[in-house]
T-cell receptor, first 109, second 116 residues
Framework: KNEVEQSPQNLTAQEGEFITINCSYSVGISALHWLQQHPGGGIVSLFMLSSGKKKHGRLIATINIQEKHSSLHITASHPRDSAVYICAVANFGNEKLTFGTGTRLTIIP | DGGITQSPKYLFRKEGQNVTLSCEQNLNHDAMYWYRQDPGQGLRLIYYSQIVNDFQKGDIAEGYSVSREKKESFPLTVTSAQKNPTAFYLC???????????????FGPGTRLTVL
């Protein structure tokens, strides 16, 4: 079973700051997902990565397969980015995802 | 608008009662999932279904049951056998069940179940 660890668990920053959230996993994977959960509970998929880097607006996700590590970056952070960010991984040949416990991000105006 | 709906948003039940949580999707997705979320823990898979009339146990299926009679619907029943049912329950779907988790999962808004 893959172990997924996220850091930090909680992060508070000022509006405009560059944010980095990290995800490490223990066993080689075929795909890694970044998800965003807002205070109401609903979850939105942000990225799915199997290699390299993806960008969407102010969000950037990178993955280093050799180091078993992924990062989610937010540029020019805004209070509406306040949410819990969740990393999830899928092992080769397995359709199920293993989820991290999430990073709670709070952006102060 | 395509999406996933879950109802109700909040649900209260007395200990010993069964309760059914609704999940409906109009995305024409084959695969559907039920997850449980507890404070300080990652989402855990309860059941998943690849196709109508077929479903598989996830990591924590004890005390739960599901059915998949229609492609659009995947209701979850929390039975009295579930020892600690108070939690936030999330339903999700994906276009199909991809080995290697290569398909994006779309999530519903969730149902918060409280056992009194």
């Amino acid at each position: 079973k893959n172990e997924v660890e996220q850091s930090p668990q909680n992060l508070t920053a000022q509006e405009g700051e560059f944010i980095t959230i990290n995800c490490s996993y223990s066993v080689g994977i075929s795909a890694l997902h970044w998800l965003q959960q807002h205070p109401g509970g609903g979850i939105v998929s942000l990225f799915m990565l199997s290699s390299g880097k993806k960008k969407h607006g102010r969000l950037i996700a990178t993955i280093n397969i050799q180091e078993k590590h992924s990062s989610l970056h937010i540029t020019a952070s805004h209070p509406r980015d306040s949410a819990v960010y969740i990393c999830a991984v899928a092992n080769f040949g397995n359709e199920k995802l293993t989820f991290g416990t999430g990073t709670r991000l709070t952006i102060i105006p | 608008d395509g999406g996933i709906t879950q109802s109700p948003k909040y649900l209260f039940r007395k200990e010993g009662q069964n309760v059914t949580l609704s999940c409906e999707q109009n995305l024409n997705h084959d695969a559907m999932y039920w997850y449980r979320q507890d404070p300080g823990q990652g989402l855990r898979l309860i059941y998943y279904s690849q196709i109508v009339n077929d479903f598989q146990k996830g990591d924590i299926a004890e005390g739960y049951s599901v059915s998949r009679e229609k492609k659009e619907s995947f209701p979850l029943t929390v039975t009295s056998a579930q020892k600690n049912p108070t939690a936030f329950y999330l339903c999700a779907s994906s276009i199909d069940l991809s080995a290697g988790g290569l398909n994006e999962q779309f999530f519903g808004p969730g149902t918060r179940l409280t056992v009194l």
